[in-house]
């Protein structure tokens, strides 16, 4: 069977109206407005995760374990002056460097609440806290911690670019 091509009398489609064309533009722009607060949020957790995995290797450094999960470079130095204290100073050392630790997490969690909020500063002032913690990787020649640093950095520069859109967008 023989497919019917469209007569030559038929009327051609309509053509959209202005409304029909704001419409659609109006769509398009809520929906990238809803991808870019995705992407805030997205970025934004690499706050959360690295301060949960710097938590977990902190344990894991006082326990004993020579496993470390990817995290931040100061709490791994903060462990490593702390376990080499240790014989020195006593176990008190191990409270100090849990304080540290924990203030340093902490930290990390606020920046992380901060930037979700969209705000540009925060992923400013994360980004370049997390630059200066890789710096502590270089004389430990910790090459896969550095890429991991630089791979985190790239995630979170795209919440930084996402901030930036949804605020010159309102």
């Known amino acids: 069977m ?5 007569s030559p009398l038929a009327p051609p489609p309509p053509q959209p109206t202005a409304a029909d064309v704001e419409v659609e533009l109006q769509r398009r722009l ?3 407005r809803l991808l870019q607060e995705q992407r805030v949020r997205r970025s934004a957790s690499w706050f959360y995760w690295l301060a ?6 902190s344990v894991l450094a006082h326990a004993g374990s020579t496993f470390q999960f990817f995290g931040l470079g ?6 490593f002056f702390a376990l080499g204290l240790r014989d020195k100073l006593g176990g008190g050392v191990h409270v100090v460097a849990a304080g540290l ?5 902490g930290t990390w969690i606020g920046i992380g609440m901060w930037a979700r909020q969209r705000s540009t500063a925060a992923f400013g002032v994360g980004m370049a806290l997390f630059a200066v913690d890789a710096l502590i990787l270089l ?3 910790d090459w896969l911690g550095i890429a991991f640093h630089a791979y985190a950095l790239f995630a979170i520069y795209g919440g930084f670019q996402a901030s930036q859109a949804l605020k010159q967008n309102r």
């Open 2 to 6: 023989q497919s019917q091509s469209p």
């Open 30 to 32: 809520v929906m990238l």
């Open 52 to 57: 949960g995995f710097s938590a977990l290797n």
């Open 74 to 79: 100061l709490t791994e130095l903060i462990d």
């Open 101 to 105: 630790d924990l203030a340093i997490v």
């Open 139 to 141: 004389p430990l020649g």
